[in-house]
T-cell receptor, first 114, second 116 residues
């Protein structure tokens, strides 16, 4: 299957700071990238859909000003958690795909906000 | 509103036997279904998928069955191996949506433990 990477794999930050997470498709060009969040023992919840060169589409209840998404190229999307708070602590996972193809997931980023 | 449900949070199966993981959905617009395997602190790994025009898809030890009238799908793993121990998520999408990639709706997962 296709390879998707995320960086960093783990991050610990102080409350009020911003954290940037990168998602890269390494061996294919992804027209669309998705960002998910998973709390312990729960399902993956879609946060937003990101298409290269256009604004991200956010799911209901997800604050677009708090979770900034930039999809600058066909191989890179970034998620910035602005003014992070302890309740933002979670496991963030991206996936990448092209039209009609399977979503391939990155390894995830564990964020801990102190 | 949980559109994709996995009612069994956990399943224990002996090595060599068949593992059957179940998934139900409510949205009749879903026409493409996938199974992912996930280890703790890792991203999901794609296992197998099925389109709604089929009722069965097989790949090695993994077979997915789809019953559209019952809105039910299942993943069969045979023979089960200890390395299969993980959390399995089913996911669904309306695959073709205006030419854009479709978002997935995930179930809550089933933790499979394959014992020796």
């Amino acid at each position: 299957g296709a390879v998707v990477s995320q960086h960093p794999s783990r991050v610990i930050c102080k409350s009020g700071t911003s954290v940037k997470i990168e998602c890269r498709s390494l061996d294919f060009q992804a027209t669309t990238m998705f960002w998910y969040r998973q709390f312990p023992k729960q399902s993956l919840m879609l946060m937003a859909t990101s298409n290269e060169g256009s604004k991200a589409t956010y799911e209901q209840g997800v604050e677009k000003d708090k979770f900034l998404i930039n999809h600058a190229s066909l191989t890179l999307s970034t998620l910035t958690v602005t003014s992070a708070h302890p309740e933002d602590s979670s496991f963030y996972i991206c996936s990448a795909t092209t039209v009609g193809e399977t979503q391939y997931f990155g390894p995830g980023t564990r964020l801990l906000v102190l | 509103d949980q559109q994709v449900k996995q009612n069994s949070p956990s399943l224990s199966v002996q090595e060599g036997r068949i593992s059957i993981l179940n998934c139900d959905y409510t949205n009749s617009m879903f026409d493409y279904f996938l199974w992912y395997k996930k280890y703790p602190a890792e991203g999901p790994t794609f296992l197998i998928s099925i389109s709604s025009i089929k009722d069965k898809n097989e790949d090695g030890r993994f077979t997915v069955f789809l019953n559209k009238s019952a809105k039910h799908l299942s993943l069969h793993i045979v023979p089960s191996q200890p390395g299969d121990s993980a959390v399995y998520f089913c996911a669904a999408s309306a695959k073709w949506s205006g030419g854009t990639a479709s978002k997935l709706t995930f179930g809550t997962g089933t933790r499979l433990q394959v014992t020796l």
